[in-house]
DNA sequence: TTGAAAGCGCTAACAG
DNA sequence: CTGTTAGCGCTTTCAA
């Protein structure tokens, strides 16, 4: 098939010709670099204008080895916490000149894969992955020994020396724990989404760090106490509204019966609060929510959540800003601190109720 | 610099010498076109695998003028209208073995111009821009006059011959205008977002298509009645929360105040329900609220928002179903449909009360 | 089927 | 300062 149109794309040999001048000379001019005379930059540069002359970024590339771009691998570009990291990162990375490739992977370790080694194949000067997997990970491993500039996002893979911008969640997973805890909370539901290839039927869940995290601090405040959590109140769903408002309903409903739940992100609270409101059950009378993830709408809906939140678009920043230091040479920077992460005290949170809880009708609009 | 590591790539060169056969041939063999016996490829098969290589990409586009990658513009990837188009447009053009360059330009002119730019530099294979201006958009020229595929998403340039993926919005509209004016609403608020370098102090302000057609139908509903909408009760404001807020509270504390708030996007939704709240305001009972574009939220607030909701991930995906016939080749396609809008009435719009809407205090979670 | 050689558009020595 | 000459890694004639 011929390319579109027959417009022959104009080169430096072209303006060089219009110009006047030697090829190279051109080059020099329009890339403004080595020696070039007053008198053939105007030249050129006004040739350049008069036939718009575009370069071809991709030849450049080719032979200076940079392409001024890195790739970005997220899990799920619709979950609020990923898309600002992103503008964190595009922020960070664009003062210095670089552009974003984004791909998202919907939490499928096999699309991760494929993306990575697109962007590899497409000589992107560095990468930033969220990994979906907490498994062995050949293709980040492939990256470091291909000596590409890596940097993780939200989550670390055991075994991989690379850095990840992250937030420091178990201080304040163990502060939320406490809080429930001391409100008299003991069935203490968590729910959270886990791509399908890390959930296996039988043995224990390997959960991707942040959530591993949040978990040790809920365990960590029971552990305090001498009382011990019940590990089957962990539901780990597909990435699936139907999936997570079975867990719910399962919670709930269950003979002993969740008196608070936990949601692990912001996509997740969302299904957990409506769910909640559909079987008529009330926040926080008849259930707790403490949801993962400060949203707008959290502040919005009756009673307002209770969250722990993430400085999300600063991770994103300094995953960015990581990035292209490790691109421009940096050799052996500090390690990225963890950001602190904060519980946000709401309404969605009371003391237990004692007995089972009451069928109520859905509140009536106010 | 050096580059990173001194991991020289591995190229057809090599694997052809480790196979004992020509460049030619291995590149034939790895590339899968041209005639190979099987007695070659299966050695140079063993010898990529051996030498574990990659083809560079780049190389590839050098000089057969497609990067099987097409470029995505859009104004804010944190709008959810965008994230969930986006993901459309992925989708749809994965499929057909596309990668997506994503761009946010944070609704800037110049951010656009840039981005469109340099992925034509980068030679992408198609374009799909949500275009921030109405005004004249001479990036956009270049990229049709250049030959590359272009579609538009969500909104239209006036004078530019390219088809758009979006929904057909003025129905809609009109029927939200009915039901407002049906309750008794004749002073109707409404809220949108425009670039600065659009917003003229000035003379009318140029409205992005799609708001021009939300507008439109609320004008409609009034004219037919024989009332007229008095324009000052539009208010396109910066991409701020402060701006959106201002503009809330002038409107409803303005000495003939608005009775009925519109909200142009779901972003903008959550901040005038949110100033609302705090200004003690009900909703329904002391002002009407609607809001374009569904998010799951509006529905978990009390009462759940009214709201004109579009089918965007199809939109999405019909820009990248379209875009990557284009780049296949297609010639004349038949124009694309605009997908239709749906008003779905919750519970935040109620009849007009009598007299200035009294204060409350904020309403106690429940 | 094969291989040699000529590009794709640009940068980067290397001489003048 | 300027021009000539090689490449970057791959595809693609063109002969053999």
Known sequence: ??????????????????????????????????????????????????????PNQLAKTLNTGRSHSIGVVVGDIENPYFSLATRGISDAVERSGFTV???NTSERVMAER??????????????IVAPASTGDSPHLRAVVDAGRPLVLLDRTVPGLAVDAARADIEPAAREAADHLLDLGHRRIGYITTADGSD????????????????????????????????????????HDEAAIRKAVLDLVHSPSPATALIASDSLIGQVVVGALQEQGLRIPDDVSVLMYDDQPWARLVTPPITVVAQPTYDIGYAAGARLAALIGGATNPPPLQPLPATLIRRGSIAPVADGPPARHERTPAT
């Not at 494929?114 to 990468?127: E, I, Y």
């Not at 039927?201 to 390997?206: A, N």
């Not at 991707?208 to 962990?234: K, N």
């Open 101 to 103: 490739v984004l791909t």
């Open 1 to 54: 098939m011929a390319k579109a149109g027959n417009h022959r794309e104009i080169t430096v040999a072209d303006v060089a010709r219009e110009a006047g001048v030697s090829k190279a000379q051109a080059a020099r001019a329009l890339g403004a670099y080595g020696a070039v005379s007053d008198a053939v930059r105007e030249r050129v540069l006004a040739a350049a204008s008069r036939l718009s002359y575009r």
């Open 199 to 238: 959930v296996r039927p039988d043995g224990p869940h390997p959960l991707p760090s942040p959530v591993a995290a949040r978990v040790a601090g809920l365990v960590a405040g029971f552990t305090e106490r001498g009382l011990t959590w019940d590990p089957d109140l962990l539901r780990p769903c597909r």
């Open 114 to 127: 494929a993306a990575v080694n697109m962007l590899m194949d497409k000589r992107v000067d560095g990468l």
